[in-house]
Nanobody, 121 residues
Framework: QVQLVESGGGLVQAGGSLRLSCAAS????????MGWYRQAPGKQRELVAQ???????NYGDSVKGRFTISRDNAKNTVYLQMNSLKPEDTAVYYC???????????????WGQGTQVTVSS
């Protein structure tokens, strides 16, 4: 069993900051890319940021320069530092990880349960 547990969401005023965390646990052999997606009401889920096991990063255009993704491979944890938040950043944020479980022979994508981020104007 593999699970991702997110934390750090909440309510913040525009211009403020939040830090999301996502810890992977269970029967993990290795973790490849980890990332964050978000879904606002009535919209499709979109990529926020992704980081490879080697530390290469990729960001959605709307968050470049404001959000920073990082990971601690020893803790199987990925972080998302969100600065200069805007009301349009309001969404449910989901953690995603490409994991090879100890009982598996290939990579599977796992998702967290989601954490709400609300930015007030």
């Amino acid at each position: 069993q593999v699970q991702l547990v997110e934390s750090g969401g909440g309510l913040v005023q525009a211009g403020g900051s939040l830090r999301l965390s996502c810890a992977a646990s269970g029967n993990i052999f290795s973790i490849n890319a980890m990332g964050w997606y978000r879904q606002a009401p009535g919209k499709q889920r979109e990529l926020v940021a992704q980081i490879t096991s080697g530390g290469s990063t990729n960001y959605g255009d709307s968050v470049k320069g404001r959000f920073t993704i990082s990971r601690d491979n020893a803790k199987n944890t990925v972080y998302l530092q969100m600065n200069s938040l805007k009301p349009e950043d309001t969404a449910v944020y989901y953690c995603n990880a490409e994991i090879v479980a100890t009982s598996a022979i290939r990579t599977n994508a796992y998702w967290g349960q989601g954490t709400q981020v609300t930015v007030s104007s």
